[in-house]
């Protein structure tokens, strides 16, 4: 059974980083793609980044693409895999829960339905 797991969240002062990663176990499948998506406190979920299993990612948003970089790791035939999404210059808005989730398929889908996995969430907290 595939988990998801997300880290790296916390308390930051605008201006700082974060690299949060998404460990994903229990895999089999050979062509997937992994997604980021983050909720703030009232508002709607939007997505930000997906990465392929071949390790492209693209983004939601040029606002998106700006700040937030989204990287994999690049062991092979590995029972698990680690997604990371590096976030710059945060600002207060960015603050909300961080999520990944896990889509069939060789190519980043184009709607968030088909995203079958999520993680839990790894809150991200940005505050002076």
């Known amino acids: 059974q595939v988990h998801l797991v997300e880290s790296g969240g916390g308390l930051v002062q605008p201006g700082g980083s974060l690299n949060l990663s998404c460990v994903v176990s229990?895999?089999?499948?050979?062509?997937?793609?992994i997604g980021w998506f983050r909720q703030a406190p009232g508002k709607e979920r939007e997505g930000i980044s997906c990465?392929?299993?071949?390790?492209?990612?693209?983004?939601?948003?040029?606002s998106m693409k700006a700040r937030f970089t989204a990287s994999k790791d690049n062991r092979d035939n590995a029972e698990d895999t680690t997604v990371f999404l590096q976030v710059d210059n945060l600002e207060p808005e960015d603050t909300g829960v961080y999520y990944c989730?896990?889509?069939?398929?060789?190519?980043?889908?184009?709607?968030?339905?088909?995203?079958?996995?999520w993680g839990q969430g790894t809150q991200v907290t940005v505050s002076s």
């Open positions: 990465t392929e299993s071949r390790g492209g990612s693209v983004y939601d948003s040029d």
């Open positions: 229990g895999m089999t499948l050979d062509y997937y793609s």
């Open positions: 989730a896990m889509a069939f398929g060789s190519s980043c889908p184009v709607e968030t339905h088909q995203y079958f996995k």
